[in-house]
């Protein structure tokens, strides 16, 4: 599934991750983890099938991949540029949750000795940074976006003297905004919305060859895939800067250190491993962050941050006293869900691409209709639904004046934490 | 506009407001048009009409605007949906929700055969047509029963389509 919401252009990781959430309220913990992560993970390595046959990525993360990836495709090596980026991907994963199993108990360790004072800035910092990091256009752009969404997240009763804040006598607005209509409506609508008012349309996929894991190309280019993990591992840790960047970064230091510069952006499997490797390592190093402080390293991240909480988890220091499992448990999930992704890859990519000849002007509307169940399904209530129609045009408006949605709602996220530590 | 007044006066406005693209164009037809269907089935819809024929009328529209290469269904829908929104928003607390059902049934109905009367003399319009058809018909069918029975989530509108899919449920399992 996950898979396949990165392979449709106009589907997101975040937006994957966000739908799935409703989804997974019923289940336990665990069940929801293999569910979430799989489909983040898998959104983020499918994301390379459109860049690769038809040079749109299907995720921000895979526009990079698209360099090299799609003229392989045009060379006739489409099926082997495929076997390179699902192997690189699930080294890229499998790097990425070893540097968490061996990073979260320093940082945890470290991140025992805040107090409320420390836990409020953290808060703060990881609104203001991802702001700051997320923002393509001016940097204070972020700054406003962030503070929008702790806005939202002051509506509701006052949790300690039980006043209330910005409910304009609604009394649905008594309980606060749910984190759900904001996720689906932040990052849904403004989608479908640009997508369909743009008239994007697609190419059809170009043909290729057999897939094979491409081991050999993999061990000449080791020194690449190792590089690029750390780089995706160190850039996935930085709370806000997302899976697109340490695929652009890593594409760019693997064409720096490279003994053929030249050979890239002409259809050079080093630039596909390379970028592969590194937007995949960048989800271990995303979940670093979110961990052991509790804040998002990446905006997919922030909807597992979300979706965590849902199940009465909070992510942060603490969590390593009130489950002490839980780290290995997700290391061990993250693991598996990438080694689903290397066998969904090498064996059903032909059939998952059969899904691109779905148009988007048929495909959204089905979306749409996902981000209204999902919306209600959670509290089986109507009003979320009112108010996930409202989010989603101001975040569509957002967007295109290139706010960062993202850190919008890392604030409506953080915004009740931050409320209650402060206060607290 | 702004820079015009400073630079070049109202004349310089004027001539400026010359070489625009009308607000109306077919990019902002599109926006209101997306955000107006959205708006009525969220609004108007999922709290008045049974989900089923709310969701399917809702695709088809949806579908039919944007998917065909024509612009008409694209205007056609949006005026259906705001027509329908005003309908069913004033008579929604009023009538009985069947007969609120079966409007929405004759009104996709409707929509059905304004959009085959505009698809039936191009090849590729017709199996767009019949394209947007299947999913908006097959879509509704397949999430109502896997949310409903499968998940057991509670469709925000129940009533006659819903019922009767449930009655068949029972049929079924009595049989089987």
Known sequence: MGIIFGALPGLTATLGVALLTTLTYGMSLNTALIALLGMYVGAIYGGSYPAILINIPGTAAAAATAMDGFLLTKKGEGGRALGLTTTASFIGTTLGMIVLVLAAPLITEMALQFTSYELFLLTIFGIVISGTLTSSDLVYKGWIAGPLGLVLACIGRDRLQFYPHLTFDMPELDGGIEVVPVLIGAFGIPQIIKVLRNRLKMTRPKSFGRILPEFGTVVRNIKHIIRSAMIGVGIGSVSGVGEDIAGWVSYGTAKNTSKHPERFGKGEPAGVLSTETANNACIGGALIPLLTLGIQGSPPAAMLLGALMLHGVTPGPMICLEKPTFSVEVCAILFLASLAMWINGIFLARQVVKLLLIPTAVFLPVVGVLCVLGSYALGLNIFNLYLMVPIGIVAYFLTEMKYPIASLVIGVILGPMADEIFRG | ?176
């Open chain 2, 1 to 176: 506009m702004a820079n015009a007044i400073t630079y070049h006066g109202w004349p310089g406005v004027l001539r400026d407001n010359q070489h625009h693209t009308p607000w109306f164009n077919e990019y902002n037809q599109r926006f209101i048009a997306i955000v107006l269907l959205i708006r009525t089935y969220v609004y108007a819809f999922i709290p008045h009409v049974d989900f089923l024929i709310a969701t399917a009328l809702f695709l088809f529209a949806f579908i039919s605007a944007f998917y065909l290469e024509r612009h008409e269904p694209l205007i056609i829908s949006t005026l259906v949906f705001l027509v329908t929104d005003i309908v069913v928003l004033l008579a929604g607390n009023g009538v009985t929700q069947n007969i609120v059902d079966l409007f929405t049934t004759a009104v996709l109905a409707v929509l059905i055969f304004v959009t085959l009367r505009f698809c039936r003399n191009h090849d590729l319009e017709t199996r767009r047509f019949q394209t947007t058809l299947l999913v908006a018909l097959l879509v509704p069918l397949l999430l109502c029963p896997i949310f409903r029975f499968g998940l057991l989530v509670p469709l925000p509108s129940e009533s006659f389509y819903i019922d009767a899919m449930e009655q068949l449920r029972y049929l079924l399992k009595a049989r089987f």
